[in-house]
């Protein structure tokens, strides 16, 4: 266990987009924990909020997260929600890098944009996803600021965020070194 590249912080901040990128230059797997739930339940993320709830979508959360820490060293992008949980957040500090993505509130906005499939940004108007946004951010602030290390990915292009992250990454000794090749 441990020895992990773990990618926190709020829809939108960039974990999926960064995440496959800091994966290939470290050499190490990536793994999107929505994807595995996705995959473990068969059905989509929005799916399992709608017909079995939130409080049964974070019990899939946790043990598709504990399944992914127990495997091979790898770069993870972990859904928003995922450090909220206190059994979670302890495992993901564990012998791991953490690395919080954030962003501005606006920038967040426009990634996330109105009328996608996520279950918690539902609001019709920029202004309700807004609002959505800053309510559910303002309660998870202080956890994602508990992460040891924080990337702002506002205004930036993958590369030099990703850069940044990979930069982490070799500094905590994960990952193959640069120009190593492979
Ligand atoms: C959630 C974020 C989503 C997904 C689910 C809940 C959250 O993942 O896990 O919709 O609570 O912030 P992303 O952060 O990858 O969008």
Known sequence: MGGHLVLVGYMGSGKSTLGPRVAEVL???????????EEMAAMSIQEIFVSQGEARFRE????????????????IATGGGVPMDDGNWR?????????????DTD??????????????????S?????????RILE????????????????GRDVDSAASEVV???????????????G
């Not at 504990?66 to 790898?74: C, K, M, W």
Request: proline share 6%.
């Open 126 to 134: 920029p202004g309700e996803v807004r609002q959505q946004l800053v």
């Open 27 to 37: 050499g190490m797997p990536f793994v999107e924990l929505d994807s595995r739930i």
């Open 167 to 181: 930069a982490i990454g070799r500094r905590m000794g994960l990952g193959r070194p640069e120009g190593a090749g």
């Open 60 to 75: 899939f959360e946790s043990s598709v997260l504990r399944q992914t820490l127990a495997g091979p060293a790898s770069v």
């Open 139 to 154: 309660g998870r602030r202080a956890r994602y600021a508990e992460a040891p290390h924080t990337v702002d990915t506002s």
């Open 91 to 103: 495992l993901v500090l564990d012998g791991n890098v953490v690395v919080h993505l954030s962003a």
């Open 107 to 124: 920038e967040l906005l426009d990634r996330i944009g109105v009328g996608g499939d996520r279950p918690l940004a539902t609001g019709e």
